[in-house]
């Protein structure tokens, strides 16, 4: 129950029309259905109560999510606990059921945005609106734990704010109530900023990690920034563990004193030394509420020293000389940290700030298993760029996937390189080859013929996984260059422009991913080399496409990225469409990846 998953939020998940997730209007229970908001493992729609004619958001477990016992498990506790909670900071939730094996839940629909976009774009008003706003939340985790309900995952995009101010705690997906656990053995569940270190060792889940993580949401809403930042999973449970919290930043912003103390009390490493309740976190922010904060100048920023190397999770011993360093985790014993780093991050939503443009998202070339050029020269077939080898977030859920390093194209296939392919192969050109312009990626080409192209150049078409890996980095962000929706970073169709053409492969620099390929968004979709069962519904739509009929049991593959007559969507650099190998259209294109020798 993400936060866009109830915002009023358009997603336009099926590119060009071609298949879409559900055949709308549909009706489950007396609710209609009208629009796909988004979801995982969930589907979440603006949907109409037939009965009294109310607006409401409903979400459906996925065919994928009936099948996992656990998933079903879960959604289904989640619609008992929090249909259960009624507060005015807490989003309703007015009716569950399930129709033929298929649970949903009725939500409260919500107008506005979450936490994350108010901090992000600066409308979270004076320091009294944000102490009003902290202060909501606190009433509404209060009363959650006034039921025996710990929430587990409080962070900035599970708070919605409405036009009119209006706060309201959102998702209890992973909340836990006292007596009952649906959480598999070794799995910790939250976003990893706002863990405390009890939850990161795997201890017993109490209050206090919510209050752990307030104080973190706290010290982000005051100053507009982390508290916690690092570039992997295992560096932000050392400063969790080790690390006091650098409180500079609320001192630079002239916040008052008992402010600072507040946020520091909050996010003490020991459960025992914060607030006992936020009973006691209210009355404070109240006092502070009744009061006229004065807010001190900001402090100027001191010039950054230089920095030093820091420490992974386990601070290094010294290695024989020619050998690997070995490490070890003060404060858990070594079998509770392979636990932890293999499990925990199947669940978290890393997002750590873009890399400088120096860097190759932010990961040192020496990472790789060995000395790797950055870049491929173009040879007969184009540039490559290095995606160095690690894990990285994948799909919407944010699941922790690994990958060896491997090279993929810096730009899509042009005209130029397939005229080329076709010249010393004998391969015929599509139809209607536009000669004239070299620099515009090849389209109206099949996968077939994309997968002979890629021979000839000793490449191969890259998985779901690569091409998701190099389009938006290692952090899970929603775009190649962040987490800002931006149009003009990519050659896609808007309002003001509903009818673009294909543009140059090198063109759209400004979108590049953290690998710094270009038009990994836009321009034309690009195929995936994977083959993929397609939908009934995808079979259907494609049936007036082709001739004779695609049937699904002919091979199907995917494609990725949307293309330039397609508006932006939120889930561009994971969500994939499937396409019979044998189709070709004016916005379909490829790029090669290579594995490593």
């Known amino acids: 129950m993400g936060p866009h998953c109830v915002v009023e939020t358009r997603k336009q998940l099926g590119w060009n029309g071609w298949y879409n997730l559900m055949q709308l209007p549909a009706s489950i229970g007396k609710y209609e259905l009208l629009e796909f908001l988004g979801g995982g493992m969930s589907h979440v729609y603006r949907a109409r109560d037939t009965v009294i004619g109310r607006t409401v958001a409903v979400k459906v477990l996925t ?108 998702d209890f997906g992973i909340a836990r109530a006292e007596g009952l656990s649906l959480t598999r ?51 932000l449970f050392y ?105 925990v991050g199947l669940y978290f939503a890393l997002r750590p700030a873009p890399a400088p443009a120096a860097a190759v998202n932010g990961e040192a070339p020496a990472a790789a298993s060995r000395v790797l050029p950055a870049t491929l020269p173009a040879g007969r077939s184009g540039e490559m760029v290095l995606v160095l080898p690690g894990p990285f977030l994948a799909g919407e ?30 391969y015929d050109l599509p139809a209607g080859f536009p000669a004239d312009r070299p620099d515009d990626p090849v389209v109206n080409i099949t996968l077939l013929d994309a997968q002979k192209y890629a021979t000839w150049a000793g490449k191969r078409l890259p998985t779901a996984l690569e091409w ?30 509903p009818g673009k053409r294909v543009q140059p492969v090198n063109s759209m620099p400004a979108g590049a991913s953290p690998y710094g390929a270009l038009n990994m968004t836009g321009n034309v979709s690009e195929f995936i080399g994977e083959l993929k069962s397609p939908s009934p519904q995808a079979v259907q739509s494609f049936a007036p496409r082709l001739s004779p009929p695609p049937a699904a049991t002919e091979p199907w593959y995917t494609i990725r990225g949307g293309s330039f007559d397609a508006r932006l969507a939120f889930g561009v650099v994971y969500e994939s469409l499937s396409v019979p190998a044998r189709f070709a259209a004016h916005d379909i294109g490829f790029r090669c990846a290579k594995t490593l020798d």
């Open 63 to 170: 065919d994928e999510g009936c099948q996992d016992a656990e998933a079903k498990a879960r959604f289904l506790q989640e619609a008992r606990m929090a249909g259960n909670i009624e507060h005015e900071n807490i989003i309703r939730i007015h009716d569950y059921g399930e129709e033929q094996g298929r649970p949903y839940i009725v939500m409260e629909f919500l107008v506005g945005e979450d936490l994350r976009h108010a901090i992000r774009d600066g409308h979270t008003g004076d320091l009294n609106n944000k102490l009003r706003i902290a202060r909501d939340v606190a009433r509404a985790l209060e009363y959650v734990h006034s039921k025996k309900i710990v929430h587990r995952d409080i962070k900035p995009d599970n708070v919605h704010i409405d036009a009119s101010g209006k706060v309201k705690l959102m």
């Open 468 to 497: 998701e890996k190099a389009a938006r980095g290692t952090d899970g962000r929603s775009y190649p260059w962040g987490e800002a929706a931006d149009p003009e970073r990519a050659n896609v169709a808007d309002s003001k422009s």
């Open 397 to 426: 859920e944010k699941r922790t996937e690994t990958l060896p390093a491997y090279y993929i194209d810096r730009l899509e296939v042009s005209n130029a390189y397939y005229a080329e392919f076709c010249k010393q192969t004998h």
């Open 239 to 343: 400063m969790i563990l080790n690390e006091p919290l650098n409180t500079e930043p609320l001192s630079r912003a002239g916040l008052p004193e008992e402010l600072t103390a507040l946020v520091r009390h909050c996010t003490e490493k020991k459960a025992d030394d914060r607030p006992r309740s936020f009973r006691e976190v209210i009355a404070e922010l109240d006092r502070m509420l009744g009061t006229p904060v004065e807010v001190a100048p900001p402090r100027p920023v001191p010039p950054t020293p230089t920095p030093t190397p820091t420490p992974s999770v386990r601070p290094p011993e010294q290695p024989p000389a020619g050998q690997p360093a070995r490490s070890k985790l003060p404060l858990i014993a070594i079998g509770g940290v392979v636990a932890v780093a293999l499990l």
């Open 185 to 235: 053995a070794g799995f910790a569940l939250g976003t990893p900023y706002y863990m405390a270190p009890e939850l990161v060792l795997g201890q017993l889940t109490t209050d206090q990690v919510d209050i752990y993580a307030f104080g973190i949401l706290l010290f982000e809403l005051l100053t507009g920034q982390k508290p916690i930042e690092g570039d992997t999973v295992e560096r």
